[in-house]
């Protein structure tokens, strides 16, 4: 009788068990689906609301790279001197439209002053980007629009930042991004979509019962 008992007992306890598993999986399921939801609304809306800058390198030598590095600076000061204030971000990307011949010809000078003489290129176009961490702001993975600059074979490791609201950093050592471009976006984000992209939330989905039970 004690043997039966302690069987059943056994028994009831394993299927207890296996009840909270499932049940626990089917929550983390469902977490993690909106979470997914969440975080594609936000990349969407996001994506309509930005326009980054993209600079790929002919390749991953030193001096490729060191030379991608020189185009961004001159192209960010050529940028700073011709783009009017006070535009939104499709009047942006319309003005980047009608300039990348300025553009390439920044950037090709940039390189023909280095003694080299690569092509380059210039288009706003839209790519394809993963998770990118930008001082502490947080872009998901996903399709932006971008001005694009491609150096040569365009091999090399990529440079990036976001031009509109202005996100380049202003401290490159210390990755510091400008505030009033974060307050532009603030502004053009819900508070939750906020909190999302910034230090706030990494965007990092979690399994609900792995939190639980670290």
């Known amino acids: 009788?004690?043997?039966?008992?302690?069987?059943?007992?056994?028994?009831?306890?394993?299927?207890?068990?296996?009840?909270?598993?499932?049940?626990?999986?089917?929550?983390?399921?469902?977490?993690?689906?909106?979470?997914?939801?969440?975080?594609?609304?936000?990349?969407?809306?996001?994506?309509?609301?930005?326009?980054?800058?993209?600079?790929?390198?002919?390749?991953?030598?030193?001096?490729?790279q060191a030379l991608k590095m020189n185009v961004k600076e001159q192209v960010l000061a050529y940028l700073k001197t011709a783009m009017p204030e006070g535009m939104n971000v499709d009047e942006t990307k319309e003005w980047m439209r009608r300039h990348t011949d300025e553009l390439e010809e920044t950037a090709r000078q940039t390189i023909l002053a280095q003694n080299k003489d690569y092509p380059v290129s210039a288009a706003v176009t839209t790519c394809y980007f993963p998770d990118k961490t930008y001082g502490d702001v947080t872009f998901p993975a996903g399709n932006y629009e971008a001005l694009r600059i491609e150096i040569g074979a365009a091999k090399g490791h990529n440079w990036w930042c976001v031009l509109y609201p202005n996100l380049c950093f202003t401290d490159a050592t210390n990755a510091v991004v400008p505030e009033e471009g974060k307050e532009e976006l603030k502004s053009v984000l819900t508070e939750d979509e906020y909190s999302q992209v910034t230090a706030q939330s990494d965007f990092k989905i979690k399994w609900y019962f792995l939190e639980r039970f670290k």
């Open 1 to 64: 009788m004690d043997i039966t008992f302690h069987i059943e007992r056994q028994t009831n306890r394993i299927i207890l068990m296996l009840a909270v598993i499932i049940a626990t999986l089917i929550t983390g399921f469902a977490v993690w689906r909106v979470q997914l939801t969440a975080q594609a609304k936000t990349q969407e809306h996001l994506a309509q609301e930005v326009l980054r800058f993209h600079i790929l390198a002919n390749s991953d030598s030193e001096e490729d």
